[in-house]
């Protein structure tokens, strides 16, 4: 069966300080991945989606991933990390038998001035 | 354009009330999807609709209803509510199977 797997629940960076979430996942074909922020009592915005073709893609807000398929990785990073970075980041992955997207749990990311 | 809207936003029940939540999206998508959020299992599937006119269950299933109103609305209902349905509701529609879900901005609900 699909998942998706943030091997940390919490992360505490601090301002300026760069940063990586890590995300693995288990599907059969090439997967659709995506990541998305929450930041408290919000709902979900899209960061940054992997189809195809380039295994590093761009997002919003300055953040990157990296698609690694001999890992089964797609980690999110960001070079520089500002306050307002702090909330809890889920990636997903579009493998639901019924077209839905998986989730991870979430890594809550927490920012030190 | 609004994407997709859910109210109310906040709700508090007392266990074996009833309450619809309600889901409504402008981009002219087929599918749409309920979901809950609970504090470390990040977001299940509760109910989704491929189209108008279609429902089916997902993971977690048990004690709710759908209704695909129309191909704009998709409600979620609480027949009689139970503390374990303490949550937060996100409706989201994607533009086609496994891609990029827009989510809208979710319901906290409250069981006592």
């Known amino acids: 069966a699909q998942s998706v797997t943030q091997p940390d629940i919490h992360i505490t960076v601090s301002e300026g300080a760069s940063l990586e979430l890590r995300c693995n996942y288990s599907?059969?074909?090439?997967?659709?991945l995506f990541w998305y922020v929450q930041s408290p009592g919000q709902g979900l915005q899209l960061l940054l989606k992997y189809f195809s073709g380039d295994t590093l893609v761009q997002g919003i807000k300055g953040f990157e991933a990296e698609f690694k398929r001999s890992q089964s990785s797609f980690n999110l990073r960001k070079p520089s990390v500002h306050w307002s970075d702090a909330a809890e980041y889920f990636c997903a992955v579009g493998g639901g038998s019924q077209g839905n997207l998986i989730f991870g749990k979430g890594t809550k990311l927490s920012v030190k001035p | 354009n609004a994407g997709v809207t859910q109210t109310p936003k906040f709700q508090v029940l007392k266990t074996g009330q009833s309450m619809t939540l309600q889901c409504a999206q402008d981009m002219n998508h087929n599918s749409m999807y309920w979901y809950r959020q609970d504090p470390g299992m990040g977001l299940r599937l509760i109910y989704y609709s491929a189209s108008e006119g279609t429902t089916d269950k997902g993971e977690v299933p048990n004690g709710y209803n759908v209704s695909r109103l129309n191909k704009r609305e998709f409600s979620l209902r609480l027949e009689s509510a139970a503390p374990s349905q303490t949550s937060v509701y996100f409706c989201?529609?994607?533009?086609?199977?496994?891609?990029?879900?827009?989510f809208g901005p979710g319901t906290r609900l409250t069981v006592l």
């Open positions: 989201a529609s994607p533009g086609s199977p496994y891609n990029e879900q827009f």
């Open positions: 599907y059969g074909a090439t997967p659709y």
